[in-house]
């Protein structure tokens, strides 16, 4: 039994701003949520939705997980010119002028890429063409183990997974890894297959390399752990 990934979750301080922000952007539809956030819907093969919820903290610090939007679907510029219309701003973290790739930030300052047309290894991939993550190495193994997506790419110390169905890869750049500011703004949501058992998924993960947070037991029917470089994801109740 694999973990399936159920959403991509980010704390926003104004959920449904940064949702319509992310869905001018990728085109999804928006959809109601049983808590107090908003989700969008893919149309596309990315394969999980993308949920909104609130927080009162500030982001601090750059995220240790970004889009990588590729240019396969839509030209680079027009792409740039819709985001910057929808709110988003142009972000310097070091790229240098003769960068190919655009760096852009949300309105809340989430860091996202926009990839030129021609890059080989989101070739095949659709308008999310990678989840590009700071990690080690052995995150990455975890991550392959954990979800049962094999490794398209491993080397230098670099990994990166993705679906046997497809949509985007997962990527983790290996060191120097930045050192953890707080808690992550985007975390992960699993859930065991639908007659699986929480509990026993929740074990084999640490078998994995997780760390359960706090007493690890199931609150609101989701518990918390921490992956093996201590970024924060939670385990759903079978669905």
């Not at 930030?105 to 590009?132: H, M, Q, R, T, Y």
């Not at 392959?144 to 890869?169: C, F, M, N, Y």
């Not at 007659?195 to 994995?208: F, I």
């Not at 947070?213 to 970024?231: K, S, T």
């Amino acid at each position: 039994m694999t973990s399936q990934l159920v959403a991509l979750c980010f704390d926003a301080n104004d959920p449904h701003r940064l949702a319509r922000f992310w869905a001018g952007v990728l085109g999804w539809e928006t959809a109601g949520d049983p808590g107090d956030g908003v989700v969008l819907l893919p149309n596309d093969d990315t394969g999980f939705p993308i949920r909104f919820l609130p927080t009162q903290e500030e982001k601090t610090g750059q995220n240790q997980i970004h889009f990588d939007l590729t240019s396969n679907l839509h030209d680079q510029q027009e792409t740039v010119a819709r985001a910057l219309e929808l709110g988003a701003r142009h972000l310097d973290i070091g790229q240098g002028p003769d960068a190919p790739h655009v760096v852009l930030a949300d309105p809340e300052g989430n860091e996202f890429c926009v990839i030129p047309a021609g890059n080989k290894f989101l070739a095949e991939c659709g308008f999310i063409g990678a989840l590009s993550c700071d990690g080690s190495q052995q995150v990455g193994y975890f991550w392959s183990a954990a979800l049962g997506w094999p490794l398209v790419w491993d080397q230098d110390e670099e990994t990166a997974i993705r679906s046997p169905h497809g949509g985007p890869k997962i990527t983790w750049g290996g060191p120097p890894v930045a050192p953890k500011k707080g808690r992550n703004r985007l975390h992960f949501d699993l859930a065991p297959p639908l007659n699986g058992d929480q509990q026993a998924e929740v074990e084999r993960l640490v078998s994995l390399g997780a760390t359960r947070v706090g007493d690890g037991r199931a609150g609101g029917g989701r518990v918390e752990m921490l992956d093996p470089d201590g970024n924060e994801f939670c385990v759903l109740s079978p669905r």
